[in-house]
């Protein structure tokens, strides 16, 4: 599989535990904020998103809460389970000229069983 | 629906050859964005292309180019490989030009020796 997980900081939890990822943006203009995951062997996968007008945006099992304030962004999976085991990505987003999406270093969940 | 498609998924080349990657998008996607990722810099924007035009562009030289042909289908090419050019290459493709809806396909890892 791709080795995609290197020099990355790990979070290892316990099947069943909640987590929480947390990531920090720099650019205070980006208007949308994204969630990806990334599987050995695999391209990132969308989780979630929020817009910036929101603080907090509810999915399956996931949760993404933004505090512009201190441009920082996280990721809570509850009941973690083995699946969820792989690279998590955020993302920011300024969709005027030039847009393009920047991704932060990533953070290894690992799951145990 | 098919998902974005890259080939080939491997590829080993030697120090000074150039090499060219394909991408096909999500059908209905005019855009084509590439990725690099590497462990120790994470992923980095390369270029993005909607409606056969380029968009927008990363910093990068100018060994890395890239085209797209008017069914949304992309090639990025790399010339004069180098040692450090070693990394995993992603595409994504978006309905709408700078997009933060991105669907990645799995990359091709690109090995130089």
């Known amino acids: 599989g791709e080795s995609v997980g290197l020099h990355l900081p790990t979070l290892s939890v316990q099947e069943g535990d909640n987590s929480i990822i947390n990531c920090a943006y720099s650019?205070?203009?980006?208007?949308?904020f994204i969630w990806y995951k990334q599987e050995s062997g695999k391209g990132p996968q969308f989780i979630i998103d929020?817009?910036?007008?929101?603080d907090k945006r509810q999915g399956q099992r996931v949760t993404v809460l933004l505090n512009k304030t201190v441009k920082h962004l996280s990721l809570q999976i509850a009941a973690t389970q083995p699946g969820d085991s792989a690279v998590y990505f955020c993302?920011?987003?300024?969709?005027?000229?030039?847009?393009?999406?920047?991704f932060g270093k990533g953070i290894t969940l690992s799951v145990r069983p | 629906k098919a998902g974005v498609t890259q080939t080939p998924r491997y590829l080993i080349k030697t120090r000074g050859q150039q090499v060219t990657l394909s991408c096909s998008p999500i059908?209905?996607?005019?855009?084509v964005s590439w990725y690099q990722q590497t462990p120790g810099q994470g992923l980095q924007f390369l270029f993005e292309?909607?409606?056969?035009?380029?968009?927008n562009k990363g910093n990068f030289p100018g060994r890395f180019s890239g085209r797209q042909f008017s069914n949304s289908r992309s090639e990025m090419n790399v010339s004069t490989l180098e040692l450090g050019d070693s990394a995993l290459y992603l595409c994504?493709?978006?309905?709408?030009?700078?997009?933060?809806?991105?669907?990645f396909g799995p990359g091709t890892r690109l090995t130089v020796t």
């Open positions: 292309y909607f409606s056969e035009t380029q968009r």
């Open positions: 994504a493709s978006s309905f709408a030009s700078g997009g933060y809806e991105q669907y």
């Open positions: 993302a920011d987003i300024y969709t005027g000229a030039n847009s393009k999406l920047t």
């Open positions: 929020i817009r910036s007008n929101m």
């Open positions: 059908s209905g996607h005019r855009s």
């Open positions: 650019n205070s203009a980006s208007d949308y």
